[in-house]
């Protein structure tokens, strides 16, 4: 409401404004799990090193492999249901599933189809 009532933005500025926070969001949750793999592999690597230099073996080629799983998971967005709308200057919050929920009754739509709109 605040963004509408306050910033008074037009619907399609106040979704352009909300998927830039969620892009944000997820940009530095990438970061986070990226920094976290680049350290869990660098300290595997240098176990790896030692014993395979003491092999007589190269691994300076080695990469790095991102779990997608794990990206995924860490991921925000309205339709993995991990994302809420609200107003806690007037206390409501819902999310696209209890929307969907709420509004099929009154449009005598599927919940399921207004999930994906």
């Known amino acids: ?5 306050e910033l008074e933005l037009s619907p399609a500025e106040a979704y352009q404004r909300l998927v830039r926070i ?10 986070l799990l990226s920094e976290e793999v680049m350290a869990k592999s660098g ?11 003491a092999e007589g ?5 080695s990469t790095l492999q991102f779990d997608m799983a794990a990206e995924e998971a860490w ?3 309205p339709e993995n249901g991990n994302v809420a709308f609200g107003s806690a200057a007037h206390g409501w919050a ?3 599933d209890t929307f969907a929920e709420m509004i099929a009754g ?3 739509a599927k919940p399921e ?4 709109v």
Do not use: C, H, P
């Open 1 to 5: 409401d605040r963004l509408m009532l």
């Open 43 to 53: 300290a595997e690597d240098t176990a790896a090193v030692k014993a395979a230099s």
């Open 22 to 31: 969620l892009e944000q969001v997820n940009a530095a949750n990438q970061q």
């Open 57 to 61: 073996i190269d691994l300076n080629s």
């Open 94 to 96: 819902f999310r696209v």
């Open 106 to 108: 009154k449009m005598g």
């Open 113 to 116: 189809i207004l999930r994906k």
């Open 75 to 77: 991921r925000y967005a």
